[in-house]
C-alpha cells in the first residue's frame, strides 16, 4: 500500500489533503485512480487509512476510512553528525539512517574531508538528500519525515551536539568493546543522542579533542576499520536494538 505524509493542517476530518509534487505522483506515475486506498501519515503520530475520492486543481482529496495512533519512532532522537563523504555516499547513509530510526542527519564539513561545497551546491545537495530522507521515509513507514539539515562546519555541529544527552564519537583508538557496551547500555529511553562520524580520511586529532571536551564518549565497533558510510549506520543499529520497545 502505497504511503505519504501531509501536516497535521491539511488534516480536515473526515477528508484529507495532498497538495504539491505528491499529487503528480499519484495521479501521473503511480496512475492512482477513484477509490484506490492507501495510508497518510500527518506526522504527529497518526494514520490514516484513506480512499481516494478524486482529484481537484492543485490537490488530491482522500476519505478517511480509519484513524490510528502508531508511534513508528525510536524511544530517543538519535542525530547523525556524519563528515561529508565523496561521491553519491551521502544519499545511501541518508536512506539507511532513516530506514534505521534517525530523527536528523546533520552534514558537516571536517578538517579531513575531501568534498568542499560553496553555499549554492550545498542548498542543492540539501534539498536532494531531503527527497531521499521523504522517500526513505515513505518506504519503511515512518510517522514523520526526518530533516536533513544544513551543511555544518565542525565546530557549529559540536556545538550543537553539545546540547545533546548523550554525545558517541567511533574512533579507531578508543578502549575496547566491554567500555563501548557500557556507554551503550546507559543510554535511556527519552535522551537524545548524537553520534559523531568522520570523514574517509577520518578525524583530525584536534577535533578528536575538541569532541572529548565537549563530553562526547569515544567508542569502539569492533577489531575492523569501518568506512565512513558503514560507522554511523553500525551504531544506529545498535542504537534501534536497544531502544527499540523500550
Not at 213 to 239: C, D, P, W, Y
Amino acid at each position: 500500500m502505497q504511503h505519504f505524509f501531509v501536516t497535521t493542517d491539511r488534516v480536515e476530518k473526515p477528508y484529507i489533503y495532498i497538495e504539491g509534487s505528491d499529487v503528480n505522483h499519484m495521479k501521473n506515475v503511480l496512475r492512482m485512480r477513484q477509490g484506490e486506498r492507501l495510508s497518510v501519515s500527518d506526522g504527529d503520530n497518526c494514520r490514516y487509512l484513506c480512499r481516494i475520492e478524486g482529484y481537484e486543481e492543485g490537490k488530491a482529496v482522500l476519505e478517511i476510512l480509519e484513524e490510528e495512533k502508531q508511534d513508528m519512532e525510536l524511544a530517543s532522537k538519535i542525530y547523525l553528525f556524519q563528515g561529508l563523504p565523496k561521491g553519491d555516499k551521502m544519499e545511501l547513509i541518508i536512506q539507511k539512517a532513516v530506514e534505521l530510526g534517525a530523527y536528523q542527519v546533520i552534514p558537516v564539513a571536517m578538517k579531513r574531508c575531501v568534498v568542499r561545497l560553496d553555499a549554492k551546491k550545498a542548498e542543492k545537495k540539501v534539498g536532494r538528500w531531503n527527497e531521499i530522507a521523504k522517500g526513505a521515509a515513505k518506504q519503511s513507514g515512518r510517522g514523520r519525515i526526518p530533516e536533513v539539515g544544513r551543511v555544518m562546519g565542525f565546530y557549529e555541529a559540536l556545538a550543537m551536539a553539545e546540547e545533546l544527552d548523550v554525545l558517541l564519537i567511533p574512533y579507531e583508538l578508543a578502549e575496547g568493546m566491554e567500555h563501548t557496551r557500557q556507554v551503550i547500555g546507559a543510554v535511556r529511553p527519552g535522551q537524545s543522542v548524537g553520534i559523531l562520524i568522520g570523514p574517509e580520511g577520518g578525524f583530525d586529532k584536534e577535533e578528536v579533542n575538541a569532541a572529548a571536551a565537549a563530553g562526547a564518549k569515544e567508542i569502539t565497533l569492533g577489531r575492523r576499520i569501518l568506512r565512513t558510510e558503514t560507522a554511523g549506520l553500525a551504531v544506529l543499529s545498535i542504537l534501534m536494538y536497544h531502544l527499540e520497545d523500550a
